[in-house]
């Protein structure tokens, strides 16, 4: 993907922070602190542009088997409450047979990386669920072996998904970093989500592969006779998803706010976008284990810094409870896919709209990236091999 700059990426300002605690108060300098590192804005970067992924992704999705859009769920309950004129969930519980979206993105990395590099001997992936299990299944569809490296604490169900899809698994000990470092010495073709240096290729060809999602959303929009999306929100891991997310809206002629959503225990984009250089956070702990991921993808992060015009942290709580609530509106959704409901609550502030594209109250997108048989275990996330021992 080539980046037109018509506008260089604006220095980050200082994120904004709401408290109505006094000045004084012990309460006010912890929730000035707090609000400080859980929000940012950047109206600027609604201006940036860079060209489209390339437009034979979403045909190539629509030739294999079992494909078929998403749904687009309407939900008034939510526009009522977030003050918009009409609410959509994207539902990608069932894509393809699979509870979560990844599949778009392996699908179109691996088909791009064998016209290449030619037909390899097998895949390879490093998981804790998701992506793979999307690995293993474009595996299968091509008659391709494939190893799936899964560090020892992935639960015993996940691996018996990902074995169902005919691939070997392989328990490694230790983390998911150390299931990630073996697989990338492995024979085989690494099909990994994230980017670190030398390894970017594949990663990009996965996030052009996820701008199918975005086709489908504005062609559903239309049909539902909706206003193009002024609001689309997007939780983010290592930023792959918000990364195509930018590319899609920041290559036409709208200027929605794209706001990514992290936990507030793993917001490395965020705390990457405060300080205006790709940061590295520790290790947290949160419900939402698809999303928890220390360091940003180095593909993804020179994109999402141009173009990403809002983040916002959340906590687990908040999380549930958006979980909770779509489940009630009738789409299932866990911590992770439910994550963009929880950001657009917190960022729907009084003093935080201001800073919003005017169309945010227009309609409202929510990406629900994942059912609730999501990851079951830690995050998918990107460990630098290279820094590695």
């Not at 609604?46 to 078929?68: E, K, N, Q, S, T």
């Not at 990902?162 to 990630?180: C, K, L």
């Not at 993804?300 to 810094?305: Q, T």
Request: charged share 20%; net charge neutral.
């Amino acid at each position: 993907m080539r980046q037109r700059d018509r506008m260089a990426a604006p220095a980050a300002p200082a994120p904004s922070a709401d408290s109505s605690a006094g000045p004084s108060s012990p309460l006010s300098r912890f929730t000035d602190s707090w609000f400080a590192h859980s929000w940012f804005t950047r109206p600027p970067a609604r201006l940036w542009r860079c060209d489209p992924a390339p437009a034979d992704v979403a045909g190539f999705h629509a030739m294999l088997p079992g494909y078929a859009p998403t749904p687009l769920v309407e939900v008034p309950a939510l526009a009522a409450e977030l003050g918009a004129d009409r609410v959509f969930v994207k539902d990608e519980s069932r894509r393809m047979g699979l509870p979560a979206f990844k599949i778009l993105g392996a699908a179109w990395g691996v088909r791009r990386a064998i016209r290449a590099h030619g037909r390899p001997e097998r895949l390879v992936a490093a998981t804790d669920g998701n992506h793979g299990r999307a690995v293993a299944r474009i595996a299968r569809l091509l008659g391709l072996p494939a190893r799936v490296l899964v560090p020892e604490h992935v639960p015993a169900a996940a691996r018996a998904a990902i074995a169902a899809e005919d691939a070997e698994v392989v328990v490694v000990r230790g983390s998911y970093d150390a299931a990630v470092r073996r697989a990338a010495a492995e024979p085989g073709l690494l099909v990994q989500d994230t980017a670190w240096p030398g390894y970017e290729e594949i990663p990009g060809w996965i996030v052009e592969g996820y701008s199918t999602l975005f086709r489908e959303v504005d062609a559903q929009l239309a049909a539902a006779g909706a206003a193009p999306a002024g609001l689309v929100a997007v939780p983010m891991g290592v930023g792959s998803l918000a990364q195509a997310a930018v590319v899609h809206y920041r290559s036409g002629g709208s200027a929605p706010t794209l706001l990514g959503v992290e936990p507030d225990t793993a917001a490395s984009v965020l705390t990457s976008l405060i300080a205006d250089r790709l940061t590295t956070v520790p290790d947290g702990d949160t419900v939402m284990a698809g999303l928890n991921c220390p360091t940003p993808s180095t593909l993804a992060w020179p994109v999402l810094r141009a173009g990403l015009d809002a983040a916002v942290a959340v906590p687990d709580a908040a999380a549930l409870r958006a979980a909770r609530d779509l489940a009630g509106h009738g789409v299932p959704a866990g911590p992770c896919g439910a994550a963009a409901l929880a950001g657009v609550r917190a960022a729907l502030t009084p003093t935080r709209r201001p800073s919003l594209s005017p169309a945010h109250t227009g309609t409202v997108v929510l990406l629900s990236t994942e059912g609730v048989t999501g990851p079951p275990a830690r995050a998918e996330r990107g460990p630098r091999p290279s820094s590695a021992g």
